[in-house]
Nanobody, 118 residues
Framework: QVQLMESGGGLVQAGGSLRLSCAAS????????MAWYRQAPGKQRELVAT???????TYADSVKGRFTISRDNAKNTVFLQMSDLKPEDTAVYSC????????????WGQGTQVTVSS
Protein backbone atom coordinates (compact mmCIF):
# COMPACT_ATOMS: atom_id res chain seq x y z
CA GLN A 1 0.00 0.00 0.00
CA VAL A 2 1.37 3.40 -1.03
CA GLN A 3 0.09 6.65 0.44
CA LEU A 4 0.75 10.34 -0.19
CA MET A 5 0.01 12.79 2.59
CA GLU A 6 0.03 16.57 2.08
CA SER A 7 0.48 19.21 4.76
CA GLY A 8 1.04 22.94 5.03
CA GLY A 9 -2.11 24.41 3.55
CA GLY A 10 -4.09 27.19 5.20
CA LEU A 11 -5.32 30.75 5.02
CA VAL A 12 -2.91 33.53 4.05
CA GLN A 13 -3.23 37.14 2.95
CA ALA A 14 -2.35 38.19 -0.57
CA GLY A 15 1.39 38.68 -0.89
CA GLY A 16 2.11 36.07 1.75
CA SER A 17 3.86 32.70 1.56
CA LEU A 18 3.10 29.08 2.31
CA ARG A 19 5.11 25.88 2.03
CA LEU A 20 3.38 22.64 1.15
CA SER A 21 4.85 19.23 1.85
CA CYS A 22 3.87 15.81 0.55
CA ALA A 23 5.36 12.63 1.96
CA ALA A 24 5.06 9.23 0.32
CA SER A 25 4.89 6.18 2.58
CA UNK A 26 4.46 2.45 2.25
CA UNK A 27 6.32 -0.14 0.28
CA UNK A 28 8.32 2.09 -2.08
CA UNK A 29 11.30 1.04 -4.13
CA UNK A 30 11.60 4.03 -6.41
CA UNK A 31 9.89 7.33 -7.20
CA UNK A 32 10.25 8.98 -10.58
CA UNK A 33 8.37 12.18 -11.34
CA MET A 34 6.54 14.11 -8.65
CA ALA A 35 4.19 17.02 -9.15
CA TRP A 36 1.70 19.42 -7.64
CA TYR A 37 -1.76 20.02 -9.09
CA ARG A 38 -4.50 22.36 -7.97
CA GLN A 39 -8.21 22.65 -8.48
CA ALA A 40 -10.26 25.74 -7.75
CA PRO A 41 -14.06 25.58 -7.31
CA GLY A 42 -15.79 25.27 -10.66
CA LYS A 43 -12.52 24.91 -12.56
CA GLN A 44 -10.58 22.04 -14.06
CA ARG A 45 -7.57 20.59 -12.31
CA GLU A 46 -4.39 22.45 -13.25
CA LEU A 47 -0.81 21.19 -13.30
CA VAL A 48 1.21 23.61 -11.17
CA ALA A 49 4.74 22.20 -11.18
CA THR A 50 6.68 19.01 -11.86
CA UNK A 51 10.04 17.69 -10.75
CA UNK A 52 12.04 14.70 -11.96
CA UNK A 53 14.15 12.49 -9.73
CA UNK A 54 17.16 14.53 -10.85
CA UNK A 55 15.33 17.74 -9.87
CA UNK A 56 14.59 19.09 -13.33
CA UNK A 57 11.53 21.29 -12.94
CA THR A 58 8.67 22.77 -14.96
CA TYR A 59 6.07 25.33 -13.93
CA ALA A 60 2.73 26.62 -15.11
CA ASP A 61 3.06 30.12 -16.52
CA SER A 62 0.72 31.42 -13.82
CA VAL A 63 3.15 30.51 -11.02
CA LYS A 64 6.57 31.00 -12.63
CA GLY A 65 8.80 33.18 -10.50
CA ARG A 66 6.54 32.77 -7.45
CA PHE A 67 6.46 29.04 -6.73
CA THR A 68 9.38 26.64 -6.29
CA ILE A 69 9.08 22.85 -6.34
CA SER A 70 11.76 20.72 -4.69
CA ARG A 71 12.15 17.20 -3.34
CA ASP A 72 14.05 15.12 -0.83
CA ASN A 73 14.59 11.69 -2.36
CA ALA A 74 15.88 10.22 0.91
CA LYS A 75 12.59 11.11 2.60
CA ASN A 76 10.30 10.47 -0.41
CA THR A 77 8.99 14.00 -0.02
CA VAL A 78 8.12 16.81 -2.41
CA PHE A 79 7.68 20.45 -1.46
CA LEU A 80 6.03 23.49 -2.97
CA GLN A 81 7.24 26.87 -1.73
CA MET A 82 4.65 29.47 -2.68
CA SER A 83 5.44 33.17 -2.45
CA ASP A 84 3.66 36.38 -3.44
CA LEU A 85 0.38 34.51 -3.24
CA LYS A 86 -2.65 35.91 -5.03
CA PRO A 87 -6.39 35.30 -4.48
CA GLU A 88 -6.47 33.37 -7.76
CA ASP A 89 -4.08 30.83 -6.21
CA THR A 90 -6.91 29.71 -3.93
CA ALA A 91 -7.51 26.01 -4.58
CA VAL A 92 -7.12 22.50 -3.25
CA TYR A 93 -3.52 21.48 -3.90
CA SER A 94 -2.76 17.80 -4.46
CA CYS A 95 0.51 16.01 -4.94
CA UNK A 96 1.26 13.27 -7.43
CA UNK A 97 4.04 10.73 -7.64
CA UNK A 98 5.02 8.02 -10.08
CA UNK A 99 5.96 5.20 -7.72
CA UNK A 100 7.40 1.74 -8.17
CA UNK A 101 6.46 -0.68 -5.42
CA UNK A 102 5.72 -4.11 -6.80
CA UNK A 103 4.46 -2.40 -9.96
CA UNK A 104 4.54 1.13 -11.32
CA UNK A 105 1.60 3.18 -10.13
CA UNK A 106 0.33 6.75 -10.20
CA UNK A 107 -0.27 7.88 -6.63
CA TRP A 108 -2.28 10.90 -5.51
CA GLY A 109 -2.69 12.68 -2.21
CA GLN A 110 -6.07 13.74 -0.87
CA GLY A 111 -5.29 17.42 -1.14
CA THR A 112 -4.79 20.41 1.12
CA GLN A 113 -6.75 23.66 0.96
CA VAL A 114 -4.93 26.90 0.24
CA THR A 115 -6.98 30.07 0.62
CA VAL A 116 -5.57 33.50 -0.23
CA SER A 117 -7.53 36.49 0.99
CA SER A 118 -7.38 39.89 -0.71
Amino acid sequence: QVQLMESGGGLVQAGGSLRLSCAASGSIFHINAMAWYRQAPGKQRELVATITRDSATTYADSVKGRFTISRDNAKNTVFLQMSDLKPEDTAVYSCYAQIYSSIWRNAWGQGTQVTVSS
